[in-house]
């Protein structure tokens, strides 16, 4: 469970990470809405894919039934293998290109750039980790076989 963990948490940050790289040489403005919309979108969509072929992946090597626990499990070690990843990603961003990616609202002008990063990355850690939960918590149900109903 761990090695696909790691493995689909991988995937899905380097996809992010890719992403992020070439919309931003592409559009220069980050409060555009290819940055505002068009990621937040495409990161989730990236998560969802990611999760589900990891908990799949999980299901078809299981020996015995997986349970939906099990599945659960995998695909919250995904979405917290992801988060790590990627606010790593963005730790990097942030020493070696600076602030200039950053989208920042009218109002947080007046706010240190330090706490706008501290924010910025505990909403990507703790929003990819809740829409991984329910992710994975709608994905392991979907995918869990039922048992037949005895008369």
């Known amino acids: 469970m761990k090695k696909l963990a790691f493995k689909y948490g991988l995937i899905i940050a380097i996809g992010a990470a890719a992403w992020v790289i070439i ?11 290819i940055h505002q919309l068009g990621t937040p979108v495409f990161f ?4 969802f894919i ?6 799949s992946e999980f299901r078809r090597q299981a020996a015995e039934q997986a349970t939906f626990k099990q599945s659960l499990k995998t695909g919250v070690w995904i979405s917290f293998v992801y988060a790590i990843t990627i606010s790593l990603f963005f730790v990097g961003v942030l020493y070696f290109v600076g602030t200039r990616w950053m989208a920042v609202e009218a109002n947080a002008q007046k706010l240190p750039m330090a706490l706008l990063a501290v924010q910025a990355f505990t909403g990507l850690f703790l929003g990819s980790v809740l829409f991984g939960l ?10 869990t076989k039922r048992l037949p109903k005895s008369v």
Do not use: D
């Open 44 to 47: 989730n969509i990236l998560q």
């Open 23 to 33: 919309v931003h040489q592409l559009v220069s403005n980050p409060q555009s809405s």
């Open 134 to 143: 329910a992710y994975s918590t709608l994905i392991a149900f979907a995918l």
């Open 50 to 55: 990611g999760i589900f072929l990891g908990i």
